[in-house]
């Protein structure tokens, strides 16, 4: 396995997943997407530690079930490269996961104020996006999620949603591909924004359970869509 060539279709995927997350405002200088490697169980695919926009083909590397690089000439990983690990680990339903700091999704993770869809391209977020606190089991810390162990505590917070928000730090976002994981992200990061606007003004009528189910169906029929233009815009 350690030989073995990184799939060029996924390798590209991701490239461009970088690049369209930075210039969609939720990367910046940090934060990072995964694939997983469907041809070897435990592993997936993920940068150097590079800034997204910047992120090529030649930068992607294997990593284990460990969250260690396999194969490949060694680089500097990601520090964060645990969440990753240990939410593939965990969710054998997901094949991508995105790690970002969007400004309008922080606020969320450290009032009392939940996340939940209040738009229909928002479905995904289901009932609400659950917090996880480092604090709770660690004590103090960074608040980065540097060990496995810490990994695994974000992973069992993360239960079977497709997002999670990080007190002081920042979210998670999971999904069935990559374009999906692409999709979501960018769409919590306006959802966010209208729920910043809408609170002030009132009681917000949020998605019910329903809505969001059906809602997410029907969006999940249009990411190509969304993916094509947002690459498109790269050039």
Known sequence: MTDAPLPAPLVGDLVLANRILAANGVLDAFG?????????????????SRAPADVEAADIRRF???????????????????????????????????????????PFGV???????????????GEGAPIFDT???FG????????????RALARNL????????????????????REAVFRAVYLEHNAKLALASVPLGP?????PGEA??????????????????AAALD
């Open 159 to 178: 239960g079977g949603a497709s997002s999670l928000l990080m007190r002081g730090h920042g979210s998670v976002v999971v999904a069935e591909s990559v």
């Open 64 to 106: 284990g079930p460990d969250g260690e690089q396999v194969g490949g000439p060694p680089v500097k990983p990601y520090l964060e490269r645990f969440i990753h690990s240990e939410i593939y680990a965990t969710r054998p339903d997901i094949a991508a996961i995105v790690h970002s700091h969007s400004p309008s999704v922080l």
């Open 140 to 151: 103090d810390t960074d608040l980065l999620i540097r060990n496995r162990a810490m990994g």
């Open 111 to 125: 009032t009392g104020t939940a996340l939940k869809p209040l738009c229909h391209v928002c479905g995904f977020l």
């Open 32 to 48: 990072h997407v995964s694939v997983r490697d469907p041809a070897h169980p435990g592993c997936f695919l993920l940068s150097r």
């Open 204 to 208: 917000v009528n949020y998605l019910t």
């Open 135 to 137: 604090r709770t089991e």
């Open 213 to 230: 189910t059906l809602a997410a169906a029907t969006t999940s029929a249009t990411i190509d869509r969304a993916w094509d233009h947002w």
